[in-house]
């Protein structure tokens, strides 16, 4: 049998192995927070923003963004019908309805139009989320945003490297959130990352992710609201700077195997892959392809395809609309029918230049099968 492609690793080095040894021989007591704060400002600096506090997930660093909004019970938060439920489940444990609207043929991201004709006097926030790299339309959110008096939430878990015109994703909302889940460009096993620009949301959220104990709280273990536990250990964070003294290097090699498959499948009618718009850059999380309603291609095709040739690949976001505990209905039509006909491609940092042309060649079998 062939030897078997997974679909993601991580790519650590003796580096990380080095400053997570040092973090857990050394960095207890007075050091407990030093490759937190380091990390935090290395990250802060790399997307340009003025503040940044690591987390235990993305989940977490979005749960509590919405509560320092003020999103709670009877409010509204609209977001894409095609996610994963991390994306919504923070609006729901907030007692908040979350409001799916269906997607862009292109981007497979929100559509801005049906986010404006959603928006009621219920409506608390908008949830921009950058599926597998591929980016929001930003400004006309934003414009909408504004219109409305709406914050524009940006969930960049799978966006870390992609830039819409000159701005790192991530950084253009009223916060946004990053993951560094194993399956991640930049990992750090699990934990993720709250940013903002906005100087009393971050004082609010920094409160939250601390039992609820403020900055600058004299007494000892008082804590000044009842706040979370989604904070980052010290060795996790330790892995992270190692991380993030190579996140040139990871994103580039993220971006080459996405652009390899390009090459691959040039010419390759009915397929399409994600998207990288003039003035923008795709991060290149997750390399997807979506085949045309007219190859008669579905989603059970092509896993039965890849198994068969011993790759590991995954199916592309069912509609959260369709989940019983968020609906169960039908999805919206073109998450739907996107979802129905598309796979997510093997996209490890190492993978050989053969190994593509094997995933590659299953594809192309596809279209003539």
Same mark, same amino acid.
């Given at each position: 049998?062939?030897?078997?492609?997974?679909?993601?690793?991580?790519?650590?080095?003796?580096?990380?192995?080095?400053?997570?040894?040092?973090?857990?021989?050394?960095?207890?007591?007075?050091?407990?927070?030093?490759?937190?704060?380091?990390?935090?400002?290395?990250?802060?600096?790399?997307?340009?923003?003025?503040?940044?506090?690591?987390?235990?997930?993305?989940?977490?660093?979005?749960?509590?963004?919405?509560?320092?909004?003020?999103?709670?019970?009877?409010?509204?938060?609209?977001?894409?019908?095609?996610?994963?439920?991390?994306?919504?489940?923070?609006?729901?444990?907030?007692?908040?309805?979350?409001?799916?609207?269906?997607?862009?043929?292109?981007?497979?991201?929100?559509?801005?139009?049906?986010?404006? *004709? !959603? #928006?009621?006097? /219920?409506?608390? %926030?908008? @949830? &921009?989320?950058?599926?597998?790299?591929? $980016?929001?339309?930003?400004? =006309?959110?934003?414009?909408?945003?504004?219109?409305?008096?709406?914050?524009?939430?940006?969930?960049?878990?799978?966006?870390?490297?992609?830039?819409?015109?000159?701005?790192?994703?991530?950084?253009?909302?009223?916060?946004?959130?990053?993951?560094?889940?194993?399956?991640?460009?930049?990992?750090?096993?699990?934990?993720?990352?709250?940013?903002?620009?906005?100087?009393?949301?971050?004082?609010?959220?920094?409160?939250?992710?601390?039992?609820?104990?403020?900055?600058?709280?004299?007494?000892?273990?008082?804590?000044?609201?009842?706040?979370?536990?989604?904070?980052?250990?010290?060795?996790?964070?330790?892995?992270?700077?190692?991380?993030?003294?190579?996140?040139?290097?990871?994103?580039?090699?993220? *971006? !080459? #195997?996405?652009? /390899?498959?390009? %090459?691959? @499948? &040039?010419?390759?009618?009915?397929?399409? $892959?994600?998207?990288?718009? =003039?003035?923008?850059?795709?991060?290149?999380?997750?390399?997807?392809?979506?085949?045309?309603?007219?190859?008669?291609?579905?989603?059970?095709?092509?896993?039965?395809?890849?198994?068969?040739?011993?790759?590991?690949?995954?199916?592309?976001?069912?509609?959260?609309?369709?989940?019983?505990?968020?609906?169960?209905?039908?999805?919206?039509?073109?998450?739907?029918?996107?979802?129905?006909?598309?796979?997510?491609?093997?996209?490890?940092?190492?993978?050989?230049?053969?190994?593509?042309?094997?995933?590659?060649?299953?594809?192309?079998?596809?279209?003539?099968?």
């Amino acid at each position: 049998m062939k030897a078997r492609i997974l679909y993601t690793k991580p790519s650590v080095t003796e580096l990380e192995v080095g400053y997570a040894t040092d973090a857990t021989r050394n960095g207890w007591g007075e050091r407990c927070y030093d490759y937190i704060h380091r990390f935090e400002a290395q990250f802060r600096e790399h997307l340009g923003v003025r503040h940044a506090i690591a987390t235990s997930s993305a989940t977490g660093a979005l749960h509590m963004g919405m509560a320092a909004l003020g999103i709670g019970p009877g409010d509204e938060v609209i977001l894409a019908d095609t996610n994963w439920i991390a994306s919504a489940a923070p609006i729901v444990h907030l007692g908040a309805t979350p409001v799916f609207v269906d997607i862009l043929a292109d981007s497979w991201c929100l559509d801005p139009a049906l986010v404006e *004709r !959603a #928006i009621t006097p /219920r409506t608390k %926030a908008i @949830l &921009a989320v950058h599926l597998y790299g591929n $980016l929001c339309e930003m400004d =006309a959110l934003r414009a909408i945003g504004t219109a409305h008096g709406l914050p524009v939430i940006e969930d960049a878990a799978e966006a870390l490297g992609s830039v819409w015109h000159g701005r790192r994703a991530g950084s253009m909302g009223a916060f946004g959130a990053f993951s560094f889940h194993g399956t991640k460009t930049l990992t750090t096993g699990e934990g993720g990352m709250f940013v903002t620009n906005d100087d009393a949301l971050f004082d609010t959220v920094n409160t939250l992710s601390n039992h609820g104990r403020a900055r600058g709280q004299a007494r000892q273990f008082w804590p000044d609201m009842v706040g979370y536990k989604y904070k980052m250990s010290n060795v996790q964070a330790a892995i992270g700077c190692g991380q993030m003294e190579r996140i040139g290097e990871l994103v580039a090699r993220k *971006r !080459a #195997i996405f652009h /390899r498959y390009r %090459a691959l @499948l &040039a010419g390759c009618d009915g397929i399409a $892959l994600n998207p990288e718009p =003039a003035g923008c850059e795709n991060g290149a999380w997750m390399p997807t392809a979506v085949f045309a309603p007219a190859t008669g291609v579905t989603r059970e095709a092509l896993q039965a395809a890849f198994a068969a040739e011993n790759i590991d690949a995954r199916v592309f976001f069912h509609p959260l609309s369709s989940l019983p505990v968020l609906g169960g209905h039908a999805g919206q039509p073109l998450a739907a029918g996107i979802a129905a006909r598309a796979i997510n491609l093997p996209s490890y940092h190492d993978m050989t230049d053969e190994e593509q042309q094997r995933v590659a060649a299953v594809l192309r079998g596809m279209r003539h099968g």
